[in-house]
């Protein structure tokens, strides 16, 4: 495990990751997690085009979020991406 | 549309005791599958109202179980049921409360980590559960196997695959739930633990509490729900609590302010041990069909050119075959009825005549003719829903709603407007933050709905012969642009640009199911002709007395002397009193404003009005008096859903202050610009 985490915003399509930490605030973090998304779930990207919303992959859930959403969320990338 | 009841008390919803009718709730996350499974269930035997004091749809619905009737209440779609709105507040508030006979809690087999979330949460609050597993056919699709019975003896609760979409394992379903309600099977879910570090944190709240939680309320879940920051339980704690209890407990809640993510973390490891026994994987690495169709439909370029392609089909079969009926109707069924009520009506007074003709059939009935359209608009939006459509819609429009302070979801409901605005302020439901939902209501009216559509398709060819069609378009465009405008200006002014988040499932694509569509359709549509037998009627009569009142002849009524009297404010922008009149009477229904003009020229509205009409006005009035009905405050039915969806006149004053402002400036500009163009 490194300490470098990554913002969600800044992965492209087709990588993957672990959760680490929300920075949202707990309104936004708590339906984070009644998606799937907490500390610990492994994710993958399915769509970024660098700007507008990104699509993941979380728990078998498509998720749509909002860039600034997606840039609250830290991750790590997994060894295993293929992107 | 359902009725409000602001102040209504919480109403207990059965007489379970005197007619012995077995209580049902659905519970589900949305996606899954539950409304199709509550149509199949209950058909056409269904209510459609309001929670007591909510704006959120509430359906119940009556069947037969096993020779005697069962009610089956529908909660609210939710992901969780932590206070985070008010969905999740009445759910829970009515599994605890209602104290329900069976839950059945619907979980979509193809993502059944995400949809266990729920059911850990129902697990919790001891409620007896049966998991309806749907969608087993999209599983195997997507190369997942579910084993029930392994799911069955992990979570401790009866498990029934099904799939609702064909009506395959309902008969099973209802077994299970007469099983239960006979007592021969007890459900004994076995709900998640919190993650071990906070354990003796949990522990220690729910000992503090214990004594002290109010009556229907689990004190487990309570402490729970207190460790995870719940504002509702937060607030009746702090009630229940003595002040030195309290401020014990809150200390503890303060020292561990992120324990919400240890609560959630401890589901998710009980989803997981669950998943990890009962699925397993025949097939891995194939891709889905939506990830394929995504690559097109949320494409920030493809998607948007899929987005207006159906957009453009929507209103192309909306005009081609929908206007046609429309008008057949106009002149086929209201007209013909007008004429046989007047010939029945030859011995009766003047003024009944005239309310019968004029106020009824003329006002109600022209209504109504826009059935047709309505109903092949709804079938599209409902199809377009149903198939998982339109949450890529929402995602490909979400940049363009981010200059209005807005995301991507609110572009559902004022997708919606293009109908009808009156779906579309119900619509903004969907839109998870107030001040997005309320900036949304306020905009809607802003869509030019069919009804406005009429006035310009039937005003536009009479000022503009061939060149109508670019009219037609300048002024939706124009619309649209009125619209972007607005929306800025007012989250800069009343909401400071803040913006809400963007956080939305996108659900699998699947084949339509045609009953959960014509349901809609239904619904949507009969409660359009309840309004029109309601308020439109009512207003109808009131116009129709205004423009007969005193002396029974139109030119010399109330109402052309409130529109005398108003006409100097009409000047600017061109009108004459009789422009003006006809836009205070499109305030019932829009298309008022051609039967109006048709009674002011004193035409039938079928023959000689365009010429008329040519001869009376420029064409500056007339491009004028176009861009004021698109703009000018919205009908009637929609000021009454804006009071209803934001429950206070307030709201209702700013929009129409909004909408006065912003018509009169716009026809001013629109009449000056082009009377100094067309010189």
Redesign the interface.
């Known amino acids: 495990m490194t300490d470098t985490l990554l913002s969600l915003a800044d992965l492209q399509a087709g990588q993957r990751a672990t959760v680490r930490e929300?920075r949202?605030g707990?309104?936004?973090?708590?339906?984070?997690?009644?998606?799937?998304m907490?500390?610990?779930?492994a994710l993958e990207v399915?769509?970024n085009?660098g700007?507008?919303?990104l699509?993941v992959t979380v728990?078998?859930?498509?998720?749509?979020?909002?860039r600034?959403?997606a840039a609250k969320i830290l991750v790590e990338r997994s060894n295993g991406s293929h992107g | 549309m359902a009725e409000c009841h602001p102040a209504a008390p919480a109403a207990p919803t059965r007489t379970r005791v005197e007619a012995g009718a077995p209580l049902l709730a659905l519970a589900g996350q949305p996606n899954m599958g539950k409304s199709t499974l509550f149509n199949l269930l209950t058909g056409l035997n269904q209510h459609v109202g309001n929670w007591p004091g909510k704006t959120v749809e509430r359906r119940e619905g009556r069947f037969d179980l096993h020779g005697r009737e069962a009610i089956l209440v529908d909660l609210p779609g939710t992901y969780s049921l932590t206070a985070n709105s008010p969905e999740e507040v009445i759910a829970r508030e009515f599994i605890v409360r209602e104290r329900p006979d069976v839950v059945i809690a619907v979980v979509s087999a193809a993502q059944l980590e995400r949809s266990l979330y729920l059911v850990a949460e129902l697990a919790a609050l001891d409620a007896p559960l049966v998991l309806a597993l749907n969608m087993v056919d999209v599983a195997e699709q997507e190369g997942l196997r579910v084993e029930p019975h392994v799911l069955e003896a992990a979570l401790g609760v009866p498990v029934v695959p099904m799939v609702a979409s064909k009506a395959l394992g309902v008969r099973d379903l209802l077994e299970v739930v007469e099983d239960i309600l006979s007592g021969k099977r007890l459900p004994a879910p076995r709900p998640p633990e919190i993650r071990p570090d906070h354990a003796a944190v949990l522990a220690e709240i729910q000992a503090r509490i214990a004594a002290h939680v109010p009556a229907p309320y689990p004190p487990a879940w309570t402490a729970l729900k207190l460790l995870e920051g719940d504002a509702e339980v937060t607030r009746t704690m702090q009630a229940a609590l003595p002040p030195e209890t309290w401020q014990a407990v809150h200390a503890i809640l303060r020292a561990h302010d992120d324990a919400f993510l240890a609560v959630a973390s401890g589901r998710y490891e009980w989803i997981g041990r669950m998943v990890r026994a009962a699925v397993t994987r025949p097939r891995v690495g194939q891709i889905g069909l939506t990830e394929r169709l995504d690559r097109w439909a949320a494409h920030p370029f493809w998607g948007m050119a899929l987005l207006a392609g159906i957009l453009g089909l929507v209103f192309g079969l909306t005009f081609t075959v929908g206007a046609p009926l429309q008008a057949w109707l106009e002149s086929a069924v209201i007209a013909p009825l007008a004429g046989l009520t007047a010939e029945a009506l030859v011995e009766a007074p003047a003024w009944l005549r005239g309310l019968a003709v004029d106020g009824l059939i003329g006002g109600v009935g022209s209504v109504l003719t826009f059935l047709p359209i309505l109903v092949i608009f709804f079938a599209a939006f409902a199809l377009l829903e149903d198939v998982g459509y339109m949450a890529r819609a929402a995602y490909v429009m979400d940049n363009l709603m981010h200059l209005m302070g807005l995301h991507g979801k609110s572009f559902l409901p004022l997708f919606l407007g293009f109908g009808c605005n009156v779906p579309a302020v119900m619509g903004t439901r969907v839109i998870d933050s107030w001040p997005a939902r309320l900036l949304t209501i306020l905009i809607a009216p802003l869509v030019p709905c069919t009804a406005r559509m009429a006035v310009v398709a039937f005003l536009a060819p009479a000022f503009f012969g061939a060149k109508a069609l670019w009219v037609t378009w300048g002024l939706v465009l124009f619309s649209l642009l009125a619209l972007v405008l607005s929306g800025t200006l007012l989250n800069r002014l009343l909401f400071k640009g803040q913006r809400s988040a963007f956080i939305m499932e996108m659900p699998l694509y699947h084949l339509p199911n045609p009953r959960t569509i014509g349901l809609l359709v239904w619904q949507r549509t009969t409660a359009f002709i309840r309004k029109a037998g309601t308020a439109i009627l009512g207003m109808a009569v009131l116009v129709w007395a205004l423009s007969y009142l005193p002396g029974g002849d139109l030119n010399t009524s109330y109402l052309a002397r409130l529109g005398q009297f108003l006409e100097p404010l009409g000047r600017p922008m061109g009108f004459d009193w009789r422009l003006t009149v006809a836009l205070l009477t499109s305030f019932p229904a829009k298309e008022n404003a051609i039967a109006t003009l048709g009674v002011l020229f004193g035409v039938s509205p079928e023959a000689g009005l365009s010429e008329l009409l040519t001869a009376a006005y420029s064409p500056a009035a007339a491009l004028s008096f176009l861009t004021v009905t698109m703009l000018f405050i919205p009908c009637m039915a929609t000021v009454a859903v804006t009071k209803q969806e934001t429950g206070s006149w307030r709201w209702v004053a700013v929009s129409l202050a909004l909408f006065l402002a912003l018509s009169f400036l716009a026809g001013t500009a629109v009449y000056h610009l082009a009377a100094w163009a067309l010189r």
Not at chain 1, 26 to 36: D, M, P
Not at chain 1, 38 to 41: C, F, K, L, Q
Not at chain 1, 59 to 66: D, N, V
């Open positions: 929300l949202a707990r309104a936004v973090e708590s339906r984070l997690a009644s998606l799937g907490t500390p610990g779930a399915v769509q085009y700007r507008g919303p699509i728990r078998g859930t498509r998720i749509a979020l909002g600034g959403e």
